[in-house]
């Protein structure tokens, strides 16, 4: 929730607390707090030579104050960097059972994983993100279709980019822009 002044903020954390313990809820005291957040935080911060403002995650986003390039403020979205790590992490792991899979069905399940990461994730402000998730894909697949033989151990990134030429890996986009598209 967004407000104007910290009474308000105040007032309404004071009765949602509240009217949580009337249906024996409560708020989880790590995952609640006020924080200074938007435009005037950041530019009293700015001109006290202050850091930027604090962030917040949410819905596998990390949301913080930044400026557009011609000066205007800004609510900008990365991905969750604890997120994308357990991703990775579970991806590696499935890549390993799929390792002796014929080439177009492994083609096949990482180009509608990241089709999936995009549609979910491809937010303007993230496209570090995304091509960052992209290249370590690349990398998970790279590294599981050396571990197949000894033969391939001595396949290097040429040899890799000759498979990805036939059997293109989709692109980072960003899927979700912030004009609305037309009917």
Not at 74 to 92: C, E, N, P, Y
Not at 128 to 144: A, E, K, P, T
């Amino acid at each position: 929730m967004g407000f104007e002044r910290e009474a308000d903020a105040q007032q309404m954390l004071a009765d949602l607390k509240v009217r949580l313990t009337k249906f024996g809820l409560s708020l989880h005291e790590d995952k609640t707090r006020l924080i200074a957040f938007g435009r005037l935080p950041a530019m009293a911060r700015q001109q006290r030579g202050e850091r930027r403002p604090e962030t917040f995650a949410f819905l596998g986003f990390t949301h913080y104050c930044g400026w557009t390039r011609d000066g205007r403020f800004i609510v900008k979205h990365k991905t969750q960097s604890k997120r994308l790590s357990g991703k990775l992490t579970a991806l590696r792991q499935e890549a390993k059972g799929r390792m002796h899979t014929p080439l177009t069905e492994q083609h096949r399940w990482y180009s509608s994983l990241l089709r999936g990461h995009y549609g979910y994730f491809g937010l303007p402000h993230n496209w570090r993100s995304l091509n960052g998730f992209l290249q370590d894909v690349r990398r998970i697949w790279f590294n599981c279709l050396r571990r197949r033989s000894q033969k391939n151990r001595r396949m290097g990134w040429d040899w890799f980019e000759t498979v990805t030429a036939c059997l293109p890996l989709p692109k980072p986009r960003i899927t979700h822009p912030w004009t609305p598209r037309a009917a």
